[in-house]
Structures are given as structure tokens and as C-alpha cells.
């Protein structure tokens, strides 16, 4: 593979398998489980095989096994030891080292693997509830850090979007609910992340209710044009990074009087940008929900 990322600090490895880079060093010196290399200037490095070791020492010992009696075990013994409790228990956590690592090596046969073996369990909303979701939020983390680049959180997220639209596509077909509603999905102006708002669409497709995904970026006029063919709309977006926190108030007011007023529409949001608001002077016609789990709750 070409590329890829294959030296990592220790504090690269702190931030992706969430153990403290002094409990790494004692691990290193007390029970050698792992070898740091050198680059040619003399600057400590950990290559692959050292974090995807490290991912699997973290893993057992998470599951009760101690850092003393692993160092006793074989190398290859350690990543068949994690495949067997994994199988019997615990297979979120073992899923999402196995989502970091094909990110890492952009290897899609691996998340494809993963996926499949995680489906021989649990339906897709799980896996996007129980898994998608952490896991994604760890990678939010891991980029903000500079731990991995755009291109790996592109790589993940585009593979999770593939799955939500082929999820999507076989919810179509079920029956359509007699509901009056008509739900219209949309991000504002400059707003790309809409992983969570594709999994919304699903999950009210699903349940059968009638979903206008309009997709990223969307100026509040080209909402309006809706209303001239709807009579009961509930707009739906994801605050992620806009608007921002100066302007997110402004823009709820905005979209207030141009879309609800007097009129039988709603507004129902999500996303981390509402820690600006307080969302308990937000104007009639107007939610503030802290999941996607909360917002699909509400749905009757």
C-alpha cells in the first residue's frame, strides 16, 4: 500500500486507542509489550504492527485480562485470543478498532469485513446507533488533534454513507404512512457533514413517512418554495459547524419569519452548534433535540 500513514508518535497513540502515553511507556519498560523505533534523526516512532498490537492489548485488557499475563502470551496468540471474545461478547468496542485500523490503511475490505460480520448480529440501525456513532465521533477527535488526516475521515465517512443510501434504497419500499406530514431534510449555507441528516432520512423512511432530502448548503429561500406544494412541513437540519455561534440565533429568527409564521410548519434541529442557544427561548414551531435518537423518538 502507498502512502499510508505507518509512524505514529506516542501521543499519536494515546489519542487513537484512548491509553495515556505514561501508561504506554510503563507497559514498554515493565513488560516489553511493545518496541519503539527510530527515525535516522533519533526521534522515537511506533509503526503499524506496534498499534494494532497496542489496540489488542488494550481491547483484552478491557476485558479483564491483566497487562502481566498478556506480556506472558505469544504475538500471534493475542489477535486470535481477541477474535475469540469478540465473538462471545463485547463486539462494539472490537468493531471499532477494526473501523480505525481500515481507516488508517485505507483498506475497504476490512471495513467491508467488519461491516458483514457486525450485520450477522445486529440490524443496520444498530450498527449506526451502537457503533457508526462513537465511532465517528472518536474520528471527529482524532482529526482535531491532528492524529490522522482529512483524507482518512473522508475514506471512513464516504463507506458510512454508502451504507445509509443502500440502507435507504431497501427502505423505500416499504408501505408509506397516511401521515400528513412531509418532512424536508436540509443543512444550511456552507454546511458539508450530513452523515447524521442521511441517517435521519432513513430512519423516517423507514417508518414510512413521505422525506425531501435537499441536502448540503441550502439558502432559507429555496426552503420557502416548498410551502407552495405542501400543506404540514417539519424542516429538519444539523447545526454541525454553521451556523455559527454569532449567527445562529439570527438565523432561527430569519427562519421564523420567512417559513413558520403564521403558518403550519416546523423547524426541528440538531447538532453541537446549539450549545450557543438557549433552546428554551427558542420561538413556537421550533425544536431542539440532543440526538438523533431523541428526534426519532418524537416521531408518532
Do not use: C
Not at 178 to 185: A, D, G, I, R
Amino acid at each position: 500500500m502507498n502512502n499510508i500513514k505507518s509512524q505514529f508518535s506516542i501521543k499519536d497513540l494515546e489519542n487513537l486507542t484512548g491509553i495515556k502515553a505514561h501508561t504506554i511507556r510503563i507497559w514498554e519498560k515493565r513488560y516489553n509489550l511493545l518496541q519503539p523505533k527510530r527515525t535516522d534523526t533519533n526521534i522515537r516512532y511506533y509503526d503499524l504492527a506496534s498499534f494494532q498490537k497496542l489496540l489488542n492489548v488494550s481491547y483484552l485488557n478491557n476485558n479483564g485480562f491483566k497487562i502481566s499475563k498478556i506480556a506472558t502470551l505469544a504475538e500471534e496468540q493475542i489477535p486470535v485470543l481477541v477474535r475469540e471474545i469478540a465473538a462471545e461478547n463485547n463486539l462494539e468496542s472490537h468493531a471499532i478498532n477494526a473501523f480505525k485500523l481500515s481507516m488508517l490503511n485505507f483498506d475497504q475490505a476490512l471495513f467491508y469485513k467488519t461491516y458483514n460480520s457486525l450485520l450477522t448480529e445486529k440490524d443496520f440501525e444498530t450498527v449506526f446507533y451502537d457503533i457508526f456513532i462513537p465511532l465517528l465521533t472518536e474520528i471527529g477527535l482524532l482529526w482535531q488533534t491532528d492524529t490522522i488526516t482529512p483524507a482518512h475521515e473522508h475514506f471512513l465517512t464516504s463507506l458510512i454513507r454508502q451504507k445509509i443510501l443502500i440502507n435507504t434504497e431497501k427502505a423505500q419500499s416499504k408501505q408509506v404512512n397516511k401521515s400528513n406530514k412531509t418532512f424536508v431534510l436540509y443543512l444550511p449555507e456552507n454546511e458539508i457533514h450530513e452523515l447524521g441528516l442521511l441517517f435521519i432520512n432513513h430512519q423516517l423512511v423507514n417508518k414510512g413517512y413521505q422525506s425531501i432530502l435537499l441536502g448540503m448548503s441550502v439558502p432559507l429561500q429555496s426552503l420557502a418554495d416548498l410551502k407552495n406544494y405542501y400543506d404540514e412541513l417539519i424542516y429538519i437540519s444539523y447545526f454541525t459547524v454553521k451556523p455559527e455561534k454569532n449567527d445562529i440565533e439570527q438565523y432561527i429568527e430569519d427562519f421564523d419569519k420567512l417559513l413558520i409564521k403564521n403558518s403550519n410548519t416546523k423547524l426541528w434541529i440538531l447538532g453541537q452548534m446549539l450549545n450557543a442557544l438557549d433552546i428554551n427561548k427558542l420561538p413556537n414551531g421550533v425544536s431542539a433535540f440532543k440526538s438523533i435518537k431523541s428526534l426519532t423518538k418524537n416521531l408518532k
